[in-house]
């Protein structure tokens, strides 16, 4: 039995790694501005913007972690600049100062930090392209700056799917459940995806392994095969009982995303727009050996990972 501390625990992630400790009967903590989005998870939250350094720090002083999990975060892409995502540069500040002591923490980053599709050469080399992926990348040098003396580790969670799940992976699912998702026609399109429950495994063995083997390293976490997304997307169908999934050419998706930006411009929801349409179409491979060799097997499969969605879709 462990004393986590969990910031950002009504997220995704955070509700399935809450989730976990709970299930291990450790002693959990629920730092968060939002309430859970798991009902059930309410006794072990308490609201705190990670922005207030004050009441962080006192957070932390009277729960005592052994380990803390950092995954606090605004997570969209809609912001326009630095300030726009205080939460991320700000509330990683805070978290380090207030962490001084802990055995153990887990900063979540995002592979974000790079053009997607591009693979960093070396931890430090960043190349975002959005506000979000930049005051991640900001985020990630606060810690090395100023987390001497914390025993702290990086992780950067690539796409990632499951229960508890919202925009966009969820959109996706409900897409292919609703008959409306079109295949790119004649592509095959890799991706490092990772369904919640590997990624929490994931998260779970850092924080246990031994400190030589993860202080001041970066890890990806997501499943270790990438999955061909047509092929992930006949999976879904198949386990929510779908129609079928049409395919149209690469360039009558482009118009309907053109289309879609026009919508999105004027405030109204667009199924596809020229910036999804293009991570769609872009592969992304990223090298999960080290993290692997860290964690060990992942505990779910593609198919069980997608059954357990779909499962969960139906009565959520």
Request: net charge positive; aromatic share 8%; charged share 25%.
């Amino acid at each position: 039995m462990q004393r986590v501390l969990i910031t950002g625990g009504s997220g995704f992630i955070g509700t399935n790694l809450v989730a976990s400790a709970l299930d291990r009967r450790d002693a959990v903590l629920n730092l968060d501005v939002a309430p859970p989005r798991n009902p059930a998870h309410a006794a072990h939250w308490r609201e705190l913007d990670v922005r207030d350094g004050g009441a962080l720090r006192a957070a932390v002083r009277r729960f005592a972690p052994d380990t803390v999990f950092h995954l606090a975060a605004r997570t969209d892409l809609k912001g326009r600049g630095a300030a726009d995502y205080d939460a991320n540069t700000l509330g990683t500040r805070n978290l380090v100062d207030a962490a001084r002591g802990v055995r153990r923490v887990v900063l979540a980053s995002s592979m974000l930090v790079c053009e997607l599709g591009y693979l960093p050469r070396h931890d430090r080399d960043f190349r975002p392209t959005t506000a979000y992926g930049r005051s991640k990348a900001d985020g990630e040098e606060i810690v090395r700056r100023e987390g001497e003396g914390l025993a702290w580790t990086i992780v950067r969670p690539t796409s990632i799917w499951g229960p508890w799940f919202a925009a966009p992976y969820r959109d996706f699912f409900a897409a292919i459940a609703r008959g409306r998702y079109f295949h790119p026609r004649g592509r095959r399109i890799e991706r490092t995806y990772g369904y919640v429950g590997n990624v929490v495994h994931q998260l779970d063995a850092i924080a246990r392994a031994p400190e030589a083997q993860v202080r001041g390293r970066v890890f990806y976490v997501a499943d270790y095969e990438p999955v061909e997304i047509g092929a992930w997307g006949e999976r879904i169908r198949a386990a929510l009982s779908a129609p079928r999934i049409r395919t149209l050419p690469v360039p009558l998706l482009r118009a309907g995303a053109l289309a879609g930006d026009l919508l999105d411009r004027v405030g109204l929801k667009a199924p596809l727009t020229s910036f999804r349409l293009k991570n769609l179409l872009t592969h992304a491979v990223y090298d999960l050996e080290p993290t692997r060799a860290v964690c060990g097997a992942c505990p779910f499969d593609l198919a069980e990972g997608v059954r357990r969605t779909a499962e969960w879709l139906t009565v959520a």
